[in-house]
């Protein structure tokens, strides 16, 4: 059996009507007898249950790495610290180092870096997906939290959940963020087709 198609709406900047175009296509497939995913990959400002009149609940946190010192181990040798691109380690002379966690994209090179294990995994929460439903329709989104920048990771474990979950439904709709940043060529790299909404001005 063929997969599922996947549709993603996406637009070079906001406010030219993604969002409405997303939810009005997903609808007008609803209205065709097709069981429909409407999944909101516009994870900074996600609204699809806005515009579907919904409330919705919490499916699970998103997470990912931060590390945490051990103290009992750390000889305080400095070399997570040099090694981190984000500067989310700060050391003083003789002390373990201290994670500023605001500062740290979680990539690891810390917990490679020191030789005797000091570091140890702990996590971060970045957002949370959600779902709703409503006809023959059901949504699911991601949202990151307020102050995280790595939105690209909200719409990875978005997606891979939608992705899951395709061969439940007929046909599935992406509402992707607007411009052409990382989290949106996720959602597109996963789409048959792509509706691009625009405005008739240079910045359309
Ligand atoms: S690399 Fe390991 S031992 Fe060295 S300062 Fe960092 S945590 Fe401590
Ligand atoms: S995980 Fe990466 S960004 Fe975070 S503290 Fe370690 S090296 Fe720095």
Redesign the pocket.
Same mark, same amino acid.
């Given at each position: 059996m063929s997969k599922p198609p996947i549709v993603a709406v996406t637009g070079g900047k906001g406010g030219v009507g993604k969002t409405t175009v997303a939810v009005g296509l997903a609808l007008a497939f609803v209205r065709r007898g097709l069981s429909v995913l409407l999944v909101d990959a516009d994870v900074d400002n996600p609204n699809c249950h806005e515009l579907l009149g919904v409330s919705v609940e919490k499916l699970a946190d998103v997470t990912s790495f931060l590390p945490a @010192?051990?103290e009992s181990? $750390?000889? %305080?040798? %400095? @070399? #997570? /610290?040099g090694i981190c691109p984000d500067f989310a380690?700060l @050391?003083k002379p003789g002390e !373990?180092?201290k994670v500023v966690e605001s500062r740290c994209s979680g990539c690891m090179a $810390?917990s490679f !870096? #020191?030789? /005797?294990g !000091? @570091?140890i995994r702990s996590t971060k929460v970045l957002g949370e997906l959600f779902t709703a439903a409503r006809y023959n329709l059901r949504l699911i989104g991601g949202k990151l939290k307020p102050g995280e920048a790595r939105s690209p990771l909200v719409v990875d474990a978005l997606l891979k959940r939608a992705m899951a979950e395709r061969g439940d439904y007929d046909v599935l709709v992406i509402d992707s963020a607007p411009g052409l940043g990382n989290a949106v060529v996720r959602a597109l790299r996963v789409a048959d087709l792509a509706v691009v909404v625009t405005k008739p001005t240079p910045l359309g």
């Amino acid at each position: 059996m063929s997969k599922p198609p996947i549709v993603a709406v996406t637009g070079g900047k906001g406010g030219v009507g993604k969002t409405t175009v997303a939810v009005g296509l997903a609808l007008a497939f609803v209205r065709r007898g097709l069981s429909v995913l409407l999944v909101d990959a516009d994870v900074d400002n996600p609204n699809c249950h806005e515009l579907l009149g919904v409330s919705v609940e919490k499916l699970a946190d998103v997470t990912s790495f931060l590390p945490a @010192i051990d103290e009992s181990r $750390c000889t %305080g040798c %400095g @070399i #997570c /610290v040099g090694i981190c691109p984000d500067f989310a380690l700060l @050391i003083k002379p003789g002390e !373990a180092p201290k994670v500023v966690e605001s500062r740290c994209s979680g990539c690891m090179a $810390c917990s490679f !870096a #020191c030789q /005797v294990g !000091a @570091i140890i995994r702990s996590t971060k929460v970045l957002g949370e997906l959600f779902t709703a439903a409503r006809y023959n329709l059901r949504l699911i989104g991601g949202k990151l939290k307020p102050g995280e920048a790595r939105s690209p990771l909200v719409v990875d474990a978005l997606l891979k959940r939608a992705m899951a979950e395709r061969g439940d439904y007929d046909v599935l709709v992406i509402d992707s963020a607007p411009g052409l940043g990382n989290a949106v060529v996720r959602a597109l790299r996963v789409a048959d087709l792509a509706v691009v909404v625009t405005k008739p001005t240079p910045l359309g």
